[in-house]
């Protein structure tokens, strides 16, 4: 997944386009866009081996502005403004259900 945003330009490494290869170093500033909400993260150490997901936090600070969750709280807010289902204009389905119900008769 990681190579993917890579390739895709999502991640960023001080402020320049990361490659999938490209080695991390402490103090190092990554840029993450994830979601509409671009999450910065600060390499403090790297780790002597692998290590689960729960000590990832001991090798990471995240800096990331809480106004960015914000605006995703109020983008969920604007996707429910638009028409529920079940309501307004049928669909092709609820149009077929319903020509085959008069059909019947």
């Known amino acids: 997944m990681a190579t993917q945003a890579c390739k895709k330009g999502q991640?960023?490494?001080?402020?320049?386009?990361?490659?999938?290869?490209?080695?991390?170093?402490?103090?190092?500033?990554?840029?993450?866009?994830?979601?509409?909400?671009?999450?910065?993260?600060?390499?403090?150490?790297?780790?002597?081996?692998?290590?689960?997901?729960?000590?990832?936090?001991i090798y990471r600070t995240d800096t990331t502005a809480k106004e960015a969750f914000a605006a995703k709280e109020l983008l969920k807010y604007s996707k429910d403004y638009y028409r529920k289902k079940g309501t307004g204009r049928p669909t092709k389905k609820d149009r077929r259900d319903i020509d085959s119900f008069y059909e019947e008769e």
């Open 11 to 57: 991640v960023k490494l001080n402020n320049g386009i990361a490659k999938p290869s490209r080695e991390v170093y402490p103090t190092d500033k990554i840029e993450l866009r994830k979601d509409q909400i671009s999450y910065q993260l600060t390499v403090n150490d790297l780790p002597p081996n692998r290590v689960g997901a729960k000590l990832v936090d």
